[in-house]
């Protein structure tokens, strides 16, 4: 499930779809995730691939409510060296010919959006809804100086990164150098995130 498109380093212009790790309900469900007995668990494994490469995984662990209803999927991975956790709440719709569809509940505050697909925007550590998604882009882009922007994308381009989540060391590049770069890199990725959450508040969960 999933599915993520390698969009050549471009993201900082701009992110698109293609450009964000995605999870989509309908996948879920298609993994007999979400056909579940009262209270039950049930344990899936996302993974993103491109031309062979994988990009990340993530662990999803649906919780069924007494009456075996998904109640909520919760989210583990690693962003960036760092462990995530945290719950994303689902809701139903009576479908025209009977049974129910699903879908989940953005979890940044004040959206709750009823949405089928999640992603992981370029900027920021949590799944939420394409519509928060667009608004972090517009948010880091404009608190960052174009000055802070021209140098992160001129360290992306250096560690020749197609993926927002990091990459591998380019085979030309000492590891000294490729450790300093990085560091720089994620320095500023945690400047854009500080700001993207003073201004969206999203709820984080423990890891
Ligand atoms: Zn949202």
Redesign the pocket.
């Known amino acids: 499930m999933g599915g993520f498109k390698s969009g050549r380093r471009r993201w900082l212009s701009g992110p698109s779809e293609a450009q964000c790790l995605g999870l989509s309900v309908f996948a879920l469900k298609r993994t007999k995730a979400l056909d579940l007995e009262p209270e039950e668990v049930c344990r899936r494994t996302s993974v993103w691939e491109s031309a062979g490469q994988s990009f990340g995984s993530v662990g999803l662990t649906v919780e069924a409510d007494p009456q075996g209803r998904p109640a909520l999927v919760w989210l583990s991975y690693e962003y960036r060296g760092t462990p995530v956790r945290y719950a994303i709440q689902f809701t139903s719709t009576r479908c025209n010919y009977g049974g129910v569809r699903w879908w989940f509940i953005?979890p940044?505050v004040g959206?709750g959006?009823r949405v089928a697909k999640l992603y992981l925007p370029p900027v920021g550590n949590h799944f939420?809804?394409r519509?928060?998604a667009r608004l972090v882009y517009a948010v880091t882009r404009m608190r960052l100086s174009q000055r802070l922007l021209r140098r992160v994308e001129k360290i992306q381009n250096r560690l020749g990164w197609s993926n927002p989540l990091g990459g591998e060391r380019p085979k030309r590049m000492h590891t000294p150098t490729f450790a300093k770069l990085v560091d720089l890199y994620n320095r500023y990725f945690r400047l854009a995130v500080q700001k993207f959450y003073e201004q969206w508040g999203i709820k984080t969960g423990e890891p």
């Open positions: 953005c940044v959206c959006r939420i809804c519509h928060c």
